[in-house]
Nanobody
Framework: VQVVESGGGLVQAGGSLRLSCAASGSILWFRIMGWYRQAPGKERDVVATITSLWKTNYADSVKGRFTISRANAKNTVYLEMNNLKPEDAAVYYC?????????WGQGTQVTVSS
């Protein structure tokens, strides 16, 4: 199984970005997929998750600004990020819990200029 993120980049504060994460390979079922982020010198923290039953969960710091969604019948999730703040800058990672195992993507950089 491979997990690949895309969509990071440089944006001004108040701007928007959309991240994508696609899981491919021999996949029977995914339980949960989610986005995590890690800023320099900090731990990797959860940003948002979505389950196979479409239940979503968000970190308090992004509620009302970020939206996680997934493509129906596809192992793809998105993270729509609006009103970005400098403190949102980090490497964003996608994690997929598939068939009882966890898979991480390589990460995509999000930079927010003030």
């Amino acid at each position: 199984v491979q997990v690949v993120e895309s969509g990071g980049g440089l944006v001004q504060a108040g701007g928007s970005l959309r991240l994508s994460c696609a899981a491919s390979g021999s996949i029977l079922w995914f339980r949960i997929m989610g986005w995590y982020r890690q800023a320099p010198g900090k731990e990797r923290d959860v940003v948002a998750t979505i389950t196979s039953l479409w239940k979503t969960n968000y970190a308090d710091s992004v509620k009302g600004r970020f939206t996680i969604s997934r493509a129906n019948a596809k192992n793809t999730v998105y993270l729509e990020m609006n009103n970005l703040k400098p403190e949102d800058a980090a490497v964003y990672y996608c994690k997929a819990d598939i068939d009882g195992s966890e898979y991480w993507g390589q990460g995509t950089q999000v930079t927010v200029s003030s």
